[in-house]
């Protein structure tokens, strides 16, 4: 994906959206003293290249899956990476995927109920994914702070 030059006036308004990304494009347009038509386009095209999505932000405690699970996986050397982060990827429920260099090959995130929970979705799922060698895993007890601001956009 190619790199965009955001200036100034887009990194306010990226930071303008962030903190209520219901406010008016009429609104920001007085803040900043511009034309409404003016943050529109802006916005438009901040879209159109994929530097931000506007979207909705879910709070984990309201949801039935309120336990971060880090799973630290290892692939087997006689697989290909690329299918395994693709599998991963796949998988609905996996919220992050990452290519690692260090003390695993690929790193995962997802939310569960419990340890028990976890388990039965580490064998019953990501067990069945091919090229999978061994998975080590963390389970938060309180997740103290989630910037939600910065992210991959994926569609």
């Known amino acids: 994906m190619k790199e965009i030059e955001l200036s100034d006036l887009d990194r306010r308004l990226i930071d303008r959206l962030a903190s209520d990304a219901r406010v008016s494009n009429r609104e920001i347009a007085r803040e900043f003293g511009l034309t409404e038509g003016a943050i529109r386009l802006r ?11 506007v979207a909705a932000v879910t709070n984990y405690d309201q949801t039935p899956y309120s336990v971060v699970a880090y799973l630290w996986i290892e692939v087997d050397a006689s ?26 090959d690929i790193v995962a995130i997802t939310w569960v109920n419990d340890a028990s929970h976890l388990a039965d979705y580490l064998h019953n799922t ?12 963390e389970l938060t007890h309180r997740l103290i702070k989630h910037d939600y601001r910065l992210t991959t956009i994926v569609r």
């Open 43 to 53: 916005l438009k095209r901040l879209m159109d290249e994929k530097a931000i999505q």
């Open 79 to 104: 697989h290909p990476h690329k299918q395994v982060m693709a599998a991963l990827s796949a998988r609905p429920e996996i919220t992050y995927v990452a290519s690692l260099i260090g003390r695993a």
């Open 126 to 137: 990501i067990d069945q994914i091919p090229g999978i060698a061994r998975i080590r895993y």
